[in-house]
DNA sequence: GCTAGTTT
DNA sequence: GTTTTGGC
DNA sequence: AAAACC
């Protein structure tokens, strides 16, 4: 069996890694803290390293103080052969398997020097040293292409894509979105995702808006906050732009809100020649999925209670599969059991097809109507945004001026079967003296529909279950239909009009008094803002 | 019961 | 050059 | 990392 590339430690985030960090923040950003270096001595002198050293970190990378901490190294040798040998040589003392050092992407010296003097981060193929391999590993080699293939089968058929659309007919043609009432207003450039439709996906520049996503998730991964930011409202803007990424249109395309110099360099090179049109990547992209850490830390990001800093941790530990996570045995969600967080773990992964959320919503209904008759409800979230499977079910259920009976409602459900856990309830009396009866409360629970004919597996499910008077109604469905782009954009676009917007309503910024908005167009219309329909409102990847 | 940090 | 970036 | 502000 192949031995999992001695697992233990590949690394501990930047921890070991001697990178002068409160140095090269405004420098040329030409590399990022995703690239960490480490040179061979071989045929170079010890100024030599230095001085590689002293430019790859100039230029925004980190220095590894160890092959072990290392997903990049430098070598001015160019035999493979010798190359290899060198490598095993430093491997022997940290104890790296032969596996390990084939991960790692070993580049000439002069991938640096030409980085730097392009000002843009070279790809890496034309100065890969391609490591010997000797036979008897060669015969594994021959035989993986069987699992991937059919792994990249079952991505690539998204024929889920338009699948089910709820009440209507089936769109016409180009975007794989349902069809909406009013139609959305024209793009425009803005610094503000609310101002533009946003579709579920790009029709042009999708391939883009994933390479963005791959930096964006490694900015989050590593707490860089504001670099996360820039990268999702840069994503956004491309993703509602209407025409194509390419050298014709680069002119408008560096003109657009949100996307800066940084983000150009990316996408394209400062020549009118695109770089991601040519290659189809952007480079700093494919060297965060190089390094295998990446993709296994992404994945842990996507479990329910795993944010940055426990995915960091979880990979530390040694884990590198959900199995491992499981295994590990320490509880996640925080408010939920360790048995069973673990138990329903593998369920919470598994996206909920349009059906099964509405199957799940009624449920829900069922038994809030029993306890406050006449009340309303919307399926908000990813579902009202059009998408065709979901990872949530968010309802929003109005109650007149009695948001304490959520409590008989989980009840209702508890005793009938359908809710297997209780995992938070937040009863969010915001501003609580000054409107006694504005409550807006949410149940985070685990539900378990009953099989039926839409829900013939049953799954256990996350549901938020969001209640609220009808006087904030509006504002709470704009709060929990998203996607988060867009929620960060009204927020910043009523800041800028003087309100104060959140899904417990809508305020004047100065006085805090609340101003009533029964529904969505309320908001939209105070705030000054054209309306958008929700399946517009895709700003994320 | 508090604070700090993390996650939703 | 400094501040803000959603706001709990 | 970007943009608005000063």
Redesign the pocket.
Known sequence: MAPTPSPGKRRRLHEEISGDRSQPQAQR?VL?QAVRLWVLADKLETSEIETAYRLAQELGALRSSDIKFANLVLTAVKAPKRVWLALRREATGSNLSDEWLRSLNVLHVDWLADTEKKGIMQAYDAYRIVLPRDTAESAQKASPSASSSSIKKEVASPSCIKKESPSLSSPPSSTPVIPTSPPPPAWTNS?YSCQRPSPLRSAHNQPLVDELEVIRKQRDLTSQR??E???S??LSAIKAYPRKVCSQSLKEVKSL???????IVSIARPAESCQFCSSGQIVEAQQILSDPANPIMFSFMEL???????ARELYEDGCRSNADVVARGKSLATHLDVADCLGILPDLKLPIPRAEVEEIASLLYEEARVVLPGCRYTICGGYRRGKPRSNDVDVVISHEGNGARIHDILDRLKRKGIMSYNVNVLTHSDEARLDAALHLNVA?IVVLPPRSVIVPHPKHRRVDLVMCPPQIYGAAVI?WTGA?TF???I??WA?LKGY?F?STGLRVRETGELVETPTEEDVFRLLGLRWMPPEWRNTDA
């Not at 809100?257 to 983000?263: A, E, L, T």
């Open positions: 950003r990022s610094e504001w670099s930011r820039s990268y409202m840069c809100k949100g996307v800066g110099p940084k983000m329910y209670g795993v944010g940055p800093v426990a985070e709060g988060k929620e960060k954009d927020r910043r800041k104060k959140h």
